[in-house]
């Protein structure tokens, strides 16, 4: 027993607290009651701050919060929070058990979280320790995400992050650098580590995740973190854009609040058909088979929509983006690239009226002259009557009559066309073409611009993203089709862990090679080093440098070539530190990616 509270058995254990279920006899209803370690209650100014922030946690009234029912005084011998009990599982548990399956779907859990951060920072309480292990999954109706130990890593003083087992209190995955250097937590510390937490719910991977919490810490203080879209390819740009800003590490430059947050997510939730987030949250929590498989249907037929509306209002990069957006979550979906394809039509329309105008606008000019100069000729000489006498004729130089036209083989060659094609700008430039009666320039002149042209491009690993002239066409393909209009286009590959492709190519020069094979440039992979700085390094036998050099800047190394994956490949890595037995450990590096390995350490020295 405490006080009025039985503890009838213990369900979790932290670096601050023991957790049992319970039972309030007074009430008779099941509780949580999480007990201080007896080390960190033992001090009176622990115990202030543990009730000051218990009364403060206690105000809130959220869905999303683990509501707080009770908590020590401060003369009691014990400290203790007494809460609502949840039954379920920590979110980190029940997405190991079941997942998201889709970015989008993960968000509808980062809503919910946000949703309750509004509310608590709104009362002017902080978490400072957000992680999926203190997201509790309520299973029980009606199901819910809730935040749990709001406040009590304030609890502790500065020098007391240290437990009596030398665990750091709070996870190093998601602590905010400011937290790290040892300044005051605010409001966007809390928005730092549910931005963590998004990166997680969208990529399936944490963002700063290495071998040890001192390589943890070291890329949070580096910001060192991959791309949410690299990770995870089906990752919007939007959602992207917004878990980058949450993990700057200027506070200043990230969101203003957990209302920005919150409404970003809404809109991206928005834009797949989910406009209760709310509701949808339950039904995932409820049958989340049965959600994810209904997802993408729903989500295709939205953004299909807005594709199309975007389109009909001439936005066409947005209406691509939705479009993409739909083969990322079903690449074999047959209407988008029906959709493209009249819209590749539609271009190759523009391109030609655009010539048209010009022609007929340089038409229209020619005219103008030859009116101009019809309008300026002298008035014709006045016959005189026959009472006048006609004056002498003026000397002057003898009339200029016109040369007779040259047969039609000596006419003179029609001007080339500039180098390199050309686009539209250089389409509108030219002169009008010959009538159709028009004879043809001597030696047969320059050929016709070709309307339009097909290029299949075979790329290897694969296209995370193929760009046309700056707009996005293709993601995610290994065989990327480009249709290609009068004029010179720039077409782009890009994959993380290569150097992007670049060509420019006209439809002529497209037409005649009808496909390329692009084998991607491997980016060099990056090797860091963790343990004594002192540590010498080799890769095949070669010297690169020391581990602490290492720690650093990664050192740049090359894949291993002669294998059947160029972008991937294992390499042996040496580890010498003086006084130990060398180590020699197989890696695989993979292109444009980090791996770390750890060194023998100094204090293994017999």
Same mark, same amino acid.
């Given at each position: 027993m405490l006080g009025r509270y039985e503890l009838l058995e213990q369900v979790g254990s932290g670096?601050?607290?023991v957790v049992y279920r319970g039972r309030d006899t007074a009430l008779d209803r099941e509780v949580a009651v999480k007990l201080l370690h007896?080390?960190?209650?033992?001090?009176?100014?622990?115990?202030?701050r543990f009730s000051r922030e218990a009364r403060a946690v206690a105000r809130l009234s959220h869905p999303g919060i683990v509501e707080i029912y009770d908590y020590a005084g401060d003369a009691a011998v014990e400290s203790y929070l007494v809460t609502e009990f949840v039954r379920g599982r920590t979110l980190r548990a029940w997405a190991a058990d079941v997942g998201f399956g889709y970015p989008e779907v993960g968000m509808l859990v980062g809503r919910a979280l946000a949703d309750a951060l509004v509310h608590a920072h709104s009362a002017g309480v902080i978490h400072r320790d957000l992680k999926p292990e203190n997201v509790l999954v309520h299973e029980d109706e009606p199901p819910a995400v809730k935040l749990a130990d709001f406040g009590i890593a304030r609890i502790l003083a500065s020098d007391e992050r240290m437990t009596m087992t030398g665990a750091l209190v709070g996870s190093p995955h998601h602590m905010a650098p400011e937290i790290v250097e040892g300044k005051d937590a605010d409001a966007r510390s809390d928005l730092f580590s549910l931005g963590t937490i998004l990166y997680w719910l969208a990529t399936g991977k944490l963002p700063f995740a290495a071998p040890n919490p001192t390589a943890i810490l070291r890329r949070v203080l580096q910001g060192d973190f991959e791309d949410p879209r690299a990770a995870e390819p089906r990752v919007p740009d939007a959602l992207a854009d917004l878990v980058t800003r949450c993990l700057q590490l200027d506070p200043a430059r990230r969101p203003a609040s957990?209302?920005?947050?919150?409404? *970003? #997510?809404?809109?991206?939730?928005?834009?797949v058909g989910v406009e209760r987030p709310g509701? *949808? #949250?339950q039904a995932l929590l409820r049958d989340p088979a049965g959600f994810k498989a209904a997802f993408p249907a729903r989500a295709i037929a939205t953004l299909g929509a807005l594709g199309d509306a975007a389109l009909a209002a001439g936005a066409t990069a947005r209406a691509l983006g939705y479009y993409n957006r739909v083969l990322a979550i079903d690449p074999a979906n047959p209407d988008v690239p029906a959709k493209l394809a009249r819209l590749a039509r539609r271009r190759r329309l523009r391109r030609t009226l655009a010539w048209t105008s010009a022609a007929t606008a340089a038409l229209g000019i020619a005219g103008a002259g030859v009116y101009a100069f019809v309008t300026r000729a002298p008035p014709p000489a006045r016959t005189p009557a026959p009472h006048e006498t006609a004056p002498p004729p003026i000397a002057g130089p003898p009339p200029v009559t016109a040369p007779p036209a040259a047969p039609p083989s000596e006419a003179a060659p029609a001007p080339a066309p500039p180098e390199g094609g050309g686009g539209t700008e250089a389409v509108a430039a030219r002169p009008p073409a010959p009538a159709p009666s028009a004879a043809p320039p001597r030696g047969g002149g320059a050929a016709p611009a070709l309307a339009h042209a097909a290029l299949a491009v075979h790329v290897r690993p694969y296209a995370q993203r193929a760009l046309l002239d700056?707009?996005?066409v293709a993601r995610g393909e290994q065989l990327v089709r480009f249709e290609l209009g009068p004029g010179t286009h720039v077409i782009q590959i890009e994959h993380a862990c290569c150097a992007p492709f670049v060509?420019?190519?006209t439809a002529e020069e497209a037409s005649r090679l009808g496909e390329l094979r692009v084998p991607l440039e491997p980016r060099p992979a990056r090797l860091r080093v963790e343990g004594d700085p002192a540590t010498r390094v080799y890769v095949e036998g070669r010297l690169l440098g020391t581990a602490g050099e290492s720690q650093r800047t990664p050192f740049a190394v090359t894949v291993p070539a002669g294998g059947d994956n160029p972008y991937e490949a294992a390499a042996r890595i040496g580890l010498e530190l003086e006084g130990l037995p060398a180590r020699t450990v197989i890696v695989k590096l993979r292109a444009g990616n980090e791996v770390i390995v750890a060194s023998p350490q100094s204090e293994d020295r017999p």
């Open positions: 670096g601050m607290a007896p080390h960190l209650a033992s001090a009176a100014e622990s115990r202030a957990a209302a920005e947050v919150r409404d *970003a #997510l809404d809109r991206i939730l928005a834009e509701e *949808a #949250l700056g707009v996005e060509k420019q190519i």
